[in-house]
T-cell receptor, first 114, second 113 residues
Framework: DAGVIQSPRHEVTEMGQEVTLRCKPI?????LFWYRQTMMRGLELLIYFNNNVPIDDSGMPEDRFSAKMPNASFSTLKIQPSEPRDSAVYFC????????????FGSGTRLTVV | AQSVTQPDIHITVSEGASLELRCNYS??????LFWYVQSPGQGLQLLLK??????LVQGIKGFEAEFKRSQSSFNLRKPSVHWSDAAEYFC???????????FGGGTRLMVKP
């Protein structure tokens, strides 16, 4: 298995532009998580899905952020409009959905908003 | 609510020396416990996990961790550190079937030659 695949690896965009981050979870995993990592705040859970359904989005910073999971093999995290304070590394992770297995993380997308 | 504390933000050890990274959790029952490692520019990789049974668990890359219920701790150890172990290490707990991990703040390990 190729693991959790995120794209792009790096994204540089101008303030006000729309940004879309993509994630392909491991086949057969039915839980998917979006995290944001910064030096100041560490790892923050933004949202997670179980069987493609959003379960908890309380970590989404504000309405500028939205996430979708149209099927079991694909998820997107969109920021519109982007702001410089959104600059961070965004990680996607997936798991089998039963507790005790832990997560498998993707390599992340480093987002820079200028 | 459960919490995870990694008291040491940075640790520096010499190559070949032993290592212990501390992790304490706050939760009424015994959670499932994990250690992850993050190399620069990479995602988090699972090192080891504890569910039940033997309180000393072995992981990848020569790491082990010991669960101590009386101390609510799950410290990570390695007898001899290699330069390639320089990374950030995260402790995490999972406390219910909602499949949610709570992460500690991380400990950044530096290895001196």
């Amino acid at each position: 298995d190729a693991g959790v695949i995120q794209s792009p690896r790096h994204e540089v965009t101008e303030m006000g532009q729309e940004v879309t981050l993509r994630c392909k979870p491991i086949s057969g995993h039915n839980s998917l998580f979006w995290y944001r990592q910064t030096m100041m705040r560490g790892l923050e859970l933004l949202i997670y899905f179980n069987n493609n359904v959003p379960i908890d989005d309380s970590g989404m910073p504000e309405d500028r952020f939205s996430a979708k999971m149209p099927n079991a093999s694909f998820s997107t995290l969109k920021i519109q409009p982007s702001e410089p304070r959104d600059s961070a590394v965004y990680f996607c992770a997936s798991s089998l959905g039963e507790w005790s297995y832990g997560y498998t993380f993707g390599s992340g997308t480093r987002l820079t908003v200028v | 609510a459960q919490s995870v504390t990694q008291p040491d933000i940075h640790i520096t050890v010499s190559e070949g020396a032993s290592l212990e990274l501390r992790c304490n959790y706050s939760y009424g029952a015994t959670p499932y416990l994990f250690w992850y490692v993050q190399s620069p520019g990479q995602g988090l990789q699972l090192l080891l996990k504890y569910f039940s049974g033997d309180t000393l668990v072995q992981g990848i890359k020569g790491f082990e961790a010991e669960f101590k219920r009386s101390q609510s701790s799950f410290n990570l150890r390695k007898p001899s550190v290699h330069w390639s172990d320089a990374a950030e290490y995260f402790c995490a707990v999972e406390v219910d079937a909602g499949n949610m991990l709570t992460f500690g703040g991380g400990t950044r390990l530096m290895v001196k030659p």
